[in-house]
């Protein structure tokens, strides 16, 4: 069972707020567990602050002022403000890209002729020019302090708030490298015997001159931030999609019905506003009257437009294509389903799993260690009488070689792409302890009406006495169960009013709560009912309508028997629609070693049928409401990981029970707060699929920290025993970030379309899910 964290001690969910900080000035995971631990500090503060989306997520109590959280802030050497809920970020996301642009095209332009240069004059000492070492220090100059400005800026500040960071390894290595490069060009200038300056700078080796190293690191780190700006910015993509996805205005009724156009912000809860061809739905509502098609790509990615009519619930950001409808605005703001989405995207990428907080730890106290060990690596060569180049070759490796920035990259680079792959996908995953959870499950528990079927009952046949009319019973049937909200008693009604017209007035009507219904209809006693309900009121059925009855029970079809006047007439066969993708999705679960349970509380035929249709392993058969959570604990106590798929109000606490849960978007709101899994499409191919980019993606960060770990592990005793060159060192040090980048990003590509299995369906309002069927 998963446990729910708790908030700072001796603090109230009521006395608690939630606020949200863009924190600027953060350029690696060290930076982001600074800020966090300067917040965290706070009395009644819990703060998580996520590097890879420049955001701190701050639950704090009423006490404490944000002024105070923004102070915080700055003290620890960042920039702050407060993003205020559901606004879109109005800042440039290529902005960053373009800064480092810039600066990393000068690095080249000096660079790649300096380094070209020196390695000339390195090999081919005949081409030494007079004044070869100004033109390499007139090449670099530019390079290490205007291209690598935002690493010595940041160092300067980490520095002056008695900090590391990162970029304080990387503004070290470039400084050291150029300063050692100066110090030899006069060195030699001023020690030379032969009255020559020129003849003493030709004699030095030119490997001692390390102006290429420097420029080397300037140029990887640069196209290194810059790669990772840009990977960033794209995994974000469906974030400022879902964000880009909202009406900015909307034409709303007054009470003489006028029309009136009034920004977004102004619609309040059940304002009446009007939808017309091609706009898109402004919030959340209720469709009061009219009819239109309704293009929900933009929010489940499904290609087939749905009908909404009468009595329909719409979702905001989705675009009606033909028709004109009046909307009653049932949410707006922050509780619309669009910008509950759009939190729960960026919460699971603020969320961080329990290996990556360890690295965040790590790369706190890592800067200050790598400075020791580069100091005590230069003492030891020195110590040991070694020259003077080589013992500053090797401090100087240990510095570049030694920056972890990929350990900070490797969790929320992962959680970008595979949160804005899961949207486009109608996946959204709440937080990292979903993909921990979804790597041992082993047993998926479905719910059947409303996650397997579609919730909606439909007559398929009729049989009745050799002296009954067919059509009359079917009158009076409707006409009992047009006054029932029951899903049975909608089915009979529904066939009622198509094949018959309107239904006929009932007097004196009943309703038996999970049996039937009983009324006058015509003048005439019909009661409508399980067989058990005739039988009780001494209308049982006669052989032929039992045998009947049975025989269709044993097909796993719901049977609701009539009498009329105290006499047995019918019975009808209902069947919950089971949607076409169930049995793919069944499939597909069992091709990735899982094992299905159908929970119902149908009975045990019924629900047997269901799962030989689809081709579920086991059943959970007459299952109440409050005992689905007991069930899943029950298969838990057996030693098996459980997923649970649902979407009533009863499913909510086995949702919340079980190691995952999956919540059918188009359920309640209860079950969506209870699931750890959204799933938006009304396709259950996603089942499968949000298991398997759960899977994927808890690989996918794995192995970018395995691969950080043991990169640094491996390269710094190369670097200590001068084994590494810095130029080497530079190179691999951004590869090593690079390629966490691009394996986290192979996570865009996860999986594939899945092609249109399903009819359009009308999008359903939130109700309990029905009591089990007479």
Not at 76 to 99: C, N, S
Not at 114 to 127: C, E, G, K, Q
Request: proline share 5%; charged share 20%.
């Amino acid at each position: 069972m998963r446990m729910t964290s708790m908030s700072p001690p001796e603090q109230s969910r009521s006395e608690m707020r939630s606020v949200e900080l863009a924190v600027a000035g953060m350029t690696c995971a060290s930076c982001a567990t600074r800020v966090q631990r300067k917040l965290n500090k706070l009395d009644g503060v819990s703060a998580s602050v996520n590097y890879a989306t420049e955001k701190a997520t701050i639950e704090t109590s009423n006490e404490v002022p944000v002024e105070r959280l923004l102070k915080q802030v700055e003290t620890a050497g960042y920039q702050a403000e407060v993003v205020e809920p559901d606004t879109p970020d109005e800042a440039d996301p290529q902005e960053r890209v373009r800064y480092l642009w810039r600066r990393l095209m000068v690095a080249l332009l000096c660079g790649v002729p300096l380094t070209n240069l020196s390695i000339t004059l390195a090999l081919v000492p005949s081409l030494r020019f007079p004044g070869w070492p100004w033109m390499l220090l007139a090449l670099t100059l530019p390079v290490v302090t205007w291209s690598a400005w935002p690493f010595h800026r940041q160092a300067l500040l980490h520095a002056r708030h008695g900090a590391t960071s990162m970029d304080t390894l990387v503004s070290l290595g470039i400084t050291a490298a150029a300063c050692w490069s100066v110090y030899t060009i006069f060195a030699y200038r001023h020690t030379s015997t032969a009255g020559n300056d020129l003849v003493g700078l030709l004699l030095q080796p030119a490997g001692s001159v390390y102006l290429d190293v420097a420029a080397a690191v300037t140029i990887f780190m640069l196209a290194g931030r810059m790669l990772e700006a840009k990977a960033k910015h794209r995994a974000g993509g469906a974030l400022r999609a879902l964000a880009s996805l909202g009406a900015k205005d909307v034409t709303v009724l007054d009470e003489h019905g006028h029309e009136h156009r009034i920004p977004i912000g102004d619609l309040r809860l059940d304002d009446h506003f009007v939808v017309r061809p091609g706009e898109t739905i402004a919030t959340d509502g209720d469709v009061l009257h009219g009819h239109c098609t309704v293009d929900t790509s933009t929010m489940t990615g499904e290609s087939v437009p749905v009908e909404a009519s009468t009595g329909d619930s719409v979702v905001g950001g989705t675009i009606a294509t033909s028709g004109r409808i009046v909307v009653c605005a049932t949410r707006v703001g922050a509780d619309t389903q669009l910008a509950q989405l759009r939190r729960l995207v960026e919460q699971a990428q603020t969320d961080k799993a329990r290996v990556q907080r360890l690295a965040d730890r790590i790369s706190g106290w890592f800067v200050p260690a790598v400075c020791l060990l580069a100091t005590l690596t230069f003492l030891s060569w020195w110590l040991l009488e070694a020259p003077l180049e080589q013992t500053f070759s090797a401090a100087l490796t240990v510095l570049i070689i030694a920056c972890p920035c990929a350990l900070g990259l490797a969790t929320p680079t992962a959680l970008l792409a595979a949160t804005g792959r899961g949207a486009q996908l109608g996946i959204f995953i709440k937080g990292h302890q979903a993909l921990e959870s979804a790597r041992a499950i082993d047993t998926v528990v479905l719910d059947k009406t409303g996650t397997l079927t579609t919730g909606r009952m439909a007559v398929v046949d009729l049989h009745t006495t050799a002296d009954t009319d067919a059509a009359t019973l079917l009158h009076q049937a409707g006409a009992v169960e047009d006054a029932c909200e029951h899903v049975v008693a909608h089915a009979i009604s529904a066939l009622a009013r198509q094949e018959l017209g309107p239904p006929a007035a009932v007097e004196d009507f009943t309703s038996l709560s999970g049996l039937g219904a009983g009324g006058t209809v015509d003048g005439h006693a019909v009661l409508v009912g399980s067989a058990r309900l005739l039988r009780e009121r001494g209308s049982a059925l006669p052989p032929e309508l039992d045998t009947q009855r049975a025989d269709w029970e044993r097909q796993g079809r719901t049977t609701v028997a009539v009498a009329v006047d105290g006499q047995a007439r019918g019975v009808f066969a209902l069947t919950d629609t089971v949607k076409p993708s169930a049995t793919p999705m069944v499939a597909a679960l069992h091709r990735l070693g899982l094992r299905t349970v159908l929970l119902s509380g149908d009975n045990a035929a019924t629900a047997r049928a269901v799962a030989d249709t689809v081709g579920i392993d086991e059943t959970r058969a007459e299952v109440l409401p409050a005992d689905k959570s007991t069930t899943i604990a029950a298969l838990q106590a057996q030693g098996r990981t459980v997923a649970m798929v649902g979407d009533g109000i009863n499913d909510a606490p086995a949702l919340a029970r079980a190691d995952l849960g999956l919540a059918v978007i188009s359920g309640t709101d209860v079950a969506l707060d209870a699931a750890d899994v959204l799933l938006v499409r009304d396709r259950l191919d996603v089942v499968p699929h949000a298991i398997t980019l759960a899977r994927s993606t808890l690989r996918t960060i794995r192995s970018n920290l395995a691969w950080a770990f043991g990169y640094n592990l491996a390269a710094l005793p190369l670097a200590v025993f001068g084994l590494l060159n810095p130029l080497i060192a530079a190179a691999a040090m951004a590869l090593s970030s690079l390629f966490v980048v691009t394996n986290s990003l192979r996570l865009r590509k996860f999986g594939t379309e899945p092609s249109p299995t399903e009819e359009p369906t009308r999008p359903r309002r939130n109700r309990p899910e029905s009591t089990p069927q007479p």
